[in-house]
């Protein structure tokens, strides 16, 4: 068997199987324990509209048997030995993982490689996942937080798959059968798009060898994606109604990719901004009006766009108000710079959540994973903490003038149904 392996760090390896399937560890001498992750690069993003929500609810359908194990032999697989097991489902990827004593490294990739295999889909279990995951909607659909943010990413990549709920819609899940998951996973789940991450305790050569025997194979199918350009980013406002006590607001725009050159600059701003208790809208908006409870921006990355915003929830007659105080404080950022010692107050604080993640075993599986899935490499925390620190306040007001333009920005409104006109 050949292999191809690359040492990118003391601890970290990577092995490229013949099928294509990358392998990924990083050694924690530190640790009793392991994470085991089997990622698929297909999230939500790669399905055709008939298909919104198969990846998800696909997610659901391994847990619920495979060839040699029924569903309550993979729950007991790892909660037997005081590990767990679960997985979750995004835009972009999918992943599959357990956490574990060192020692259950062979039972974890075991039962993920059954998972991720050897699945059969019972029709008595797809019926009944349907109404799993009809209901998981109805719950989303009473968080007005997931609705508000829903509504927003739809309309900043209208008629995109980006824009699409993760979860699908009623109608295409509940269409689902059998041969429409078999298609998919044989679509989706080759070797060449698939990725082991393992964190902790853990010997490099022996994963190898557990891989190559319970989840390679030699294939000659490769997966291929479909071009999905982006359609032009419209600045749009939408307002909605629920019967609901608070209004819900988020104001963003479109933002960056994952490797875009500018995104330590808006890490930096997000985290001046947005990020804790000292930050200038929770001062600004909660502490010094006490115009809400809840007040944040997020920044969530794509591989060929992105998505940045501003949530609040606060009172219908607030509305004016807080979307006044937000814009002043975009002004700010974009026509003063940000002081040495504010500055240098959001790195420390960057790097420390960034470092204090490192402390988990499950954290280090999933940065491990992502960099594997955007970059093709490792990028080390040296290299994180170096481009942090290398900010400028200059820089930063110059990205800052021009991201954080309020014509750039879209609005989502959803209100208490009592109030609206």
Same mark, same amino acid.
């Given at each position: ?9 003391? +601890?970290? %390896? =990577?092995? &490229? ?20 992750? &089997? ?33 309550? +032999? @993979? ?65 989303? %659909?009473?968080? /007005? ?12 990549? *209208? ?5 699409? /709920? ?19 996973? +044989? ?20 994963? &190898? ?27 749009? *406002?939408?307002?909605?109604? =629920? ?51 809840? @007040? ?56 420390? =959540? ?9 954290? %280090? ?22 481009? &942090? ?12 003038? +021009? ?12 209100? /208490?149904? =009592?109030?609206?006109?």
């Amino acid at each position: 068997m050949t292999l191809v392996t690359t040492e990118t760090d003391t +601890d970290v %390896r =990577k092995t &490229i199987l013949p099928s294509g399937l990358k392998i990924v560890t990083e050694h924690i001498n530190s640790v009793k324990s392991i994470s085991v992750g &089997i990622w698929v690069k297909t999230g939500s993003r790669n399905e055709r509209e008939e298909q919104a929500g198969i990846t998800h609810f696909l997610e659901h359908m391994l847990f619920k048997g495979t060839k040699s194990r029924t569903a309550y +032999d @993979i729950a007991q697989s790892m909660e037997s030995v005081g590990g767990y097991l679960n997985a979750f489902t995004s835009t972009e990827y999918t992943c599959y993982y357990a956490r574990c004593l060192d020692s259950k490294l062979e039972a974890a990739v075991d039962v993920l490689a059954d998972m991720v295999k050897n699945s059969r889909f019972p029709k008595k279990e797809l019926e009944k996942e349907k109404k799993v995951v009809l209901e998981e909607m109805k719950m989303y %659909r009473d968080s /007005p937080d997931d609705v508000v943010f829903e509504e927003f990413s739809k309309q900043v990549f *209208q008629n995109h798959p980006i824009g699409r /709920p993760i979860i699908g819609y009623e109608e295409t899940v509940s269409s689902f059968k059998r041969k429409n998951l078999f298609d998919y996973m +044989d679509e989706r789940y080759q070797p060449d798009n698939l990725l082991v991450a393992v964190a902790g305790n853990v010997d490099h050569e022996k994963v &190898i060898e557990l891989v190559s025997g319970v989840l390679n194979h030699n294939g000659t199918k490769k997966t291929t994606s479909q071009e999905q350009p982006l359609p032009e980013y419209q600045v749009t *406002q939408k307002e909605i109604s =629920k019967p609901i006590e608070q209004t819900h607001m988020i104001t963003g725009r479109r933002a960056l990719n994952y490797d875009h050159p500018d995104k330590y600059l808006l890490l930096l701003a997000n985290t001046v901004l947005g990020g804790g208790m000292s930050s200038r809208l929770h001062q600004n908006i909660r502490e010094k009006y006490g115009y809400c409870y809840s @007040i944040g921006p997020f920044n969530q990355s794509y591989v060929d766009s992105g998505l940045f915003g501003v949530y609040i929830g606060t009172d219908i007659e607030y509305v004016p108000h807080v979307r006044d105080l937000i814009t002043k404080e975009f002004e700010i950022i974009r026509k003063e710079k940000v002081g040495e010692k504010e500055l240098t107050e959001s790195k420390a604080q960057l790097k420390g =959540k960034l470092l204090l993640s490192q402390e988990n075993t499950s954290n %280090r599986m999933t940065r491990l994973a992502k960099s594997e899935l955007y970059f093709n490499r490792y990028v080390t925390l040296d290299e994180l903490v170096e481009n &942090i620190d290398a900010v400028t306040q200059e820089e930063l007001l110059t990205f800052s003038a +021009d991201f954080f333009d309020p014509v750039m920005f879209s609005e989502t409104l959803l209100i /208490p149904e =009592k109030t609206k006109s």
